[in-house]
């Protein structure tokens, strides 16, 4: 049970940073506004290559967490998905420093649960 349930969160915080590409690389200025809600209205247009370069440093989290499951030997697979995931957490715990408080519970904290459900299978 704890290996589909640690494939299935980690699957979950792939797909939320994929949406976050999508967001910052390509709806930037109609979804990011409302996403971001917080940043001035008239910041979106002159950042949007600022926003498009953190987009794809989330594609390059969601691609290592989904490279994860084509991986055959199990460990390395373990290894692979524990590294994205740390990176993830570390983004996560920044934001919230630096940022919203709200990134902890929206990227860090499934990343963590995701994490040490990982742990628990090896």
Known sequence: MIPIAASILTLIV???HLYILWIEMFAWETAGRKTFKSLPEDIFESTRGLAANQGLYNGFLSA???WSFFISDARWSSN???FFLACVITAG?????????KIFFMQALPA????ILVLFTL
């Open 80 to 82: 692979i998905r524990l």
């Open 14 to 16: 792939a797909v939320e």
């Open 93 to 101: 715990v920044y934001g919230a420093i630096s940022s919203s408080k």
């Open 64 to 66: 290592g967490l989904a």
């Open 112 to 115: 963590i649960i995701a994490l």
